[in-house]
């Protein structure tokens, strides 16, 4: 059972449309999607591309449909652009986050990244850090995270697919290096299932550091023929590797029971993308947020 006064549950809106394919659910309204994950049972959704960027005009929205927004995605260039043009363009969204009632923010280092390129299977030719790097990534993202801290705001590392942190050995390594009150970690049972990796254990070893949770399952089956196949990281998407919790083959119970004994306080964040006209993300939410509330009570 989780504790309804810590933990809060949101949806992100890359069900509804897929800012790294906008053609997935490019018919899907800013207000249809926000109505709908209200309308499915949830608190809270990130921001997508979609969303407007005046705050006072999101926060309305938002507001009107007692949602709130409770984290975004952050793309850092530590070790390929000057730290100066990263940290302007983190202060902007802080200072976004902040003023629509969030108090975390999502970051991927994106240097090098594979992720959106459709020319690159998703399991070959990933980009792997030298010393230097590693030790600039490290330094640029507790800059990073203190900056954020002076702002009652919380910087959470999503490892991910096809970056400079995915496999087991870089989170490791990762998290050795960082410092632990500026950088926390942003876990996401999803890719940590695609990419080979007990999500449990990570969860038991970090969750201390966590401070923000993406809940996505995989289709193993996919999984693995997006490996047997070369398939890039978007196609894999677009073909179903990812789906709501309980659809696919990740074992949740394990992740709800060491988050229950955790005392983790924070959002829960379904995060699902999948393409829209075969998996209804109405349809999909739902199934989610039943599945969620028969398994920890929520
Ligand atoms: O948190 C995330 C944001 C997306 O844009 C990303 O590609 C997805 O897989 C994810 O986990
Ligand atoms: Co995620």
Known sequence: MLDNNKIK???????????DM??????NTFEQTIS????AGFKASEVGAKYPDDPAVLKKAMDLRGLTICNSWFSTFLITKPYEEVEKDFIKQLDFLKAVGADVIG?????????????????????????????????????????????????????HMGTVVQTEEEIDRFMDLVDPEYVFLLFDSGHLSFAGIDPAKILKKYISRVRHIHLKDIRQTLADKSKAEHWSFLKGVREGVFTVPGDGDVDFEPLFKIVAESGYAGWLVVEAEQDPAKANPLEYAIKARKYIAEKTGL
């Open 9 to 19: 549950l949101g949806i992100s809106q890359i069900g509804w449309t897929n800012d």
């Open 22 to 27: 906008p053609d997935l659910g490019k018919e």
């Open 36 to 39: 709908e994950i209200a309308l």
């Open 107 to 159: 970051v991927s280092e994106q240097s090098h990244s594979i992720q959106g390129r459709l020319d690159q299977p998703i399991w070959e030719g990933k980009y792997v850090m030298n010393e230097d790097e590693w030790k600039m990534l490290a330094d640029g993202l507790n800059k990073l995270g203190k900056a954020a801290k002076d702002k009652g705001m919380k910087l959470t590392f999503h490892h």
